[in-house]
């Protein structure tokens, strides 16, 4: 798959705890394509806020990757939550969280689409949130998005499979960096949830992605992974 020029990953979210890891652990042979607010420890950077109108930023990602012309990964790790109950959810905290968990993955995909190729891989970034709802506190507008994002992924999955583009979902549990449980009583509580008793490091999250985009996974489609350390598998 790679060429002279090497692979191309256009991904979201590398100044998060996770794509930092996971820029660490990809093989040089990926020219990454970072799109967000800030730019990428490696590669080329278009600038945007997701929460902005798509007009604002598409255009320069589709030059970039013009320029490039092939896509060999894309990755939406971009995310964003308020904790709140549903009755003190606003209407700028909707949209908002649907703009960046959900909307800006979709106008990436059909941006990206027309350089994806056969061995192409696609990997979206849920959340266990998708499916639980957590004792540390509510967050009804995030567990939507990322249970949408669910949806999209089989929806592409089924839809782009055929021309032999494969699309993933990593859904992470609690971590011990980034948006993971606050204070030692919160860590404790929730480590204590999962089978292996303790809370997840953003590069073991950023290892099953890697994984996801690399050859090793070319027959793995469709599916939902859970990097969670097996949340909840008690009752």
């Known amino acids: 798959m790679a060429n002279e020029s090497g692979r191309v990953l256009v991904a979201t979210g590398l100044s998060s705890a996770i794509g930092e890891a996971l820029q660490s652990q990809l093989d040089r042979t990926w020219n990454i394509i970072g799109v967000g607010r800030r730019a990428p420890a490696r ?36 995310g964003l939550v308020f904790s709140d109950d549903t009755a003190g959810v606003t209407r ?23 350089w994806l190729q056969s061995g192409s891989s696609v990997v979206l970034v849920g959340s266990v949130d998708a499916r639980l709802a957590s004792v540390a506190g509510p967050a009804p507008v995030y567990g939507a998005a990322k249970a949408a ?9 089924a839809e782009w499979g055929p021309q032999g583009i494969r699309v993933n979902a990593v859904a992470p549990g609690a971590l011990a960096a980034g948006n993971g449980p606050q204070g030692p009583g919160a860590s ?17 999250v950023a290892a099953a992605i890697r994984f ?12 939902w992974l859970a990097v969670d350390g097996g949340l909840n598998l008690r009752y």
Do not use: C, I, K
């Open 212 to 223: 996801l985009l690399e050859g090793d996974s070319s027959y793995v489609t469709g599916v």
């Open 92 to 114: 700028d905290e909707w949209d908002s969280q649907l703009a960046v968990n959900l909307t800006a993955a979709f106008v990436l995909g059909q941006t990206v689409r027309p």
């Open 43 to 78: 590669g080329t950077w278009v600038e945007a806020d997701f929460r902005m109108d798509a007009a604002r930023w598409v255009p320069a990602l589709a030059t970039v990757v013009e320029r490039q012309g092939h896509v060999e990964g894309f990755l939406h790790l971009a």
């Open 188 to 204: 404790a509580a929730t480590g204590g949830r999962t089978a292996l008793g303790r809370l997840g490091r953003p590069e073991e």
């Open 149 to 157: 994002l669910f949806g999209l992924m089989r929806q592409w999955a």
